[in-house]
């Protein structure tokens, strides 16, 4: 699909059909985003994939809306694989690996769209649950999920989903 019509078409679903994303699908949304550029090429991010009874049902203990998605992803980086900018004065080494997870996933976002998978971005959790939940290492830090699957029937965009900025509030032209 034409890239444009594609990012306009993507809406943040919260309504999901319980129907299963074939595992083909889910294939090629994770290799998409393997395409994606990170820092220095280093790859840190880490991607798991919730589909057995038993992830779901540990991802909807945490306070994280999930939505009843049939099928969630949490992208995270490791903290020890990301590369750091020991130049910018700003920040004590500056460490690349929520930028670099962070375009993997909106990659795989937009693959998912184009497959009609459909998606939300969630942050709205507490790292250290989502830590705990997964027994994740210390030095994997989680970024977000996404929960994904089929719309249902009477599934539309929130009303914030038509809400954009004019771009003059949001660009500056130097
Ligand atoms: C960084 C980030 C965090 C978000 N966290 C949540 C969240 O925790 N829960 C949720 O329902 N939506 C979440 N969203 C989705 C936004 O609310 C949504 O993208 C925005 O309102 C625009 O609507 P649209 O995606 O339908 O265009 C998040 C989006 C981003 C990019």
């Known amino acids: 699909m034409d890239f444009e019509k594609l990012a306009a078409e993507r809406y943040s679903e919260r309504l999901f059909d319980s129907r299963p994303v074939e595992q083909e699908k889910i294939d090629k949304i994770l290799a998409v985003g393997r395409l994606a550029p990170t820092a220095c090429n280093y790859q840190p991010q880490r991607i798991y994939v919730m589909q057995s009874e038993e992830a779901l049902k540990k991802v909807r203990n945490i306070r994280v809306s999930h939505f009843n998605a049939p099928l969630m992803m949490l992208i995270c980086y490791d903290a020890a694989a990301a ?23 909106a990659t795989m976002m937009y ?22 939940a997964f027994s994740l290492p210390e030095n994997i830090i989680p970024v977000m999920m996404f929960a994904m699957g089929y719309p249902a029937n009477n599934s539309a965009p929130n009303p914030w989903h038509f809400m954009r900025k004019p771009l003059d509030e949001t660009v500056t032209v130097l």
């Not at 750091?84 to 996933?105: K, L």
């Open 83 to 105: 590369w750091r900018n020991p130049r910018d004065e700003m920040y004590d080494s500056y460490c690349s690996g929520e930028q670099d997870a962070t375009i993997v996933a």
């Open 111 to 132: 693959e998912a769209q184009e497959l009609g998978v459909h998606t939300v971005w969630l942050r709205g959790f507490n790292s250290s649950e989502v830590k705990k």
